[in-house]
């Protein structure tokens, strides 16, 4: 079966950190752009960064930038998310989906570029 599945959230405490993982199955994510998303309660579904097949190339949201790092390793299968300096806004379900293109035709933070997302991780930064 084909899907992903996203895993490592939880509650941190401001400031804290964690680290998000996206695993891939029933096909190579070494073929794929991939991105992180989040969805806050009450607010719709927001685009966090992307990463090309290579790692090279990875954009990121302005209310992320400089906190959180994108990465993957494809011979595992796996994209992650690195996440610093949480703040209580950063609280949200974070999914990660496929990019649907085999070529980069841009449009990165448009949800109908991916074609495949994975179940979700909730994570809560409180005090």
């Known amino acids: 079966e084909v899907q992903l599945q996203a895993s490592g959230g939880g509650l941190v405490q401001p400031g804290g950190s964690l680290r998000l993982s996206c695993a891939a199955s029933?096909?190579?994510?070494?073929?794929?752009?991939m991105s992180w998303f989040r969805e806050a309660p009450g607010k719709g579904r927001e685009w966090v960064s992307f990463?090309?097949?290579?790692?090279?190339?990875?954009p990121y949201a302005d209310s992320v930038k400089g906190r959180f790092t994108i990465s993957r390793d494809n011979a595992k299968n796996v994209v992650y998310l690195e996440m610093n300096s949480l703040k209580p806004e950063d609280t949200a379900v974070y999914s990660c989906?496929?990019?649907?293109?085999?070529?980069?035709?841009?449009?990165?933070?448009?949800?109908?570029?991916?074609?495949?997302w994975g179940q979700g991780t909730l994570v809560t930064v409180s005090s």
């Open positions: 029933g096909f190579s994510l070494s073929n794929y752009d």
């Open positions: 990463i090309n097949v290579y790692g090279g190339y990875t």
């Open positions: 989906a496929r990019y649907r293109h085999s070529y980069f035709a841009g449009q990165v933070s448009s949800l109908d570029q991916y074609n495949l």
